[in-house]
Nanobody, 126 residues
Framework: QVRLTESGGGSVQSGGYLRLSCKVS????????LGWFRQAPGKEREAVAV????????YYGAAAKGRFTISQDGAKTTVYLQMDSLEPDDSAMYYC???????????????????WGRGTQVTVTV
C-alpha cells in the first residue's frame, strides 16, 4: 500500500496562490502515477493534475490548464501542486492519489487510482 499525506491547503483570496504537497511512502513500487484530484460539495470528483513518475510526464484536467503545475522532487517522495490565479470555483477538498496505470489508460480517470490521502481543504474567497 502507498501512503499519501497532503498538506498546504488553506484559505486564500481570489487571484492568490497556494502550493500543495503530498508526501509519498510505503510500497511506492506499486505506483507509476501520482495525481491531484479535487471534490467540492455536491460535485463529482475531478482530476486536477497527474504526473507519470518514471518520465516526469504531466497531464492536466481542464480546470487546471495554464494555472496549475504539478511536479515531484528528485527523490520522488513528494509531489507538489502549484496553484496560481486561484478562483472561488477552485474551492474544494484536494486529494493526492497513487496508482499503477498502463500506457493506454486515461491518466486523469480518478477511478483507476488505488491509494488516496485524506485530503487538504482549499478555500478561495472573493
Amino acid at each position: 500500500q502507498v501512503r499519501l499525506t497532503e498538506s498546504g491547503g488553506g484559505s486564500v483570496q481570489s487571484g492568490g496562490y497556494l502550493r500543495l504537497s503530498c508526501k509519498v511512502s510505503g510500497a511506492t513500487y506499486h505506483s507509476n502515477c501520482l495525481g491531484w484530484f479535487r471534490q467540492a460539495p455536491g460535485k463529482e470528483r475531478e482530476a486536477v493534475a497527474v504526473i507519470y513518475t518514471g518520465a516526469d510526464t504531466t497531464y492536466y484536467g481542464a480546470a487546471a490548464k495554464g494555472r496549475f503545475t504539478i511536479s515531484q522532487d528528485g527523490a520522488k517522495t513528494t509531489v507538489y501542486l502549484q496553484m496560481d490565479s486561484l478562483e472561488p470555483d477552485d474551492s474544494a477538498m484536494y486529494y493526492c492519489a497513487s496508482g499503477y496505470l498502463g500506457p493506454k489508460q486515461d491518466k486523469l480517470l480518478w477511478q483507476l487510482y488505488t491509494d488516496w490521502g485524506r485530503g487538504t481543504q482549499v478555500t478561495v474567497t472573493v
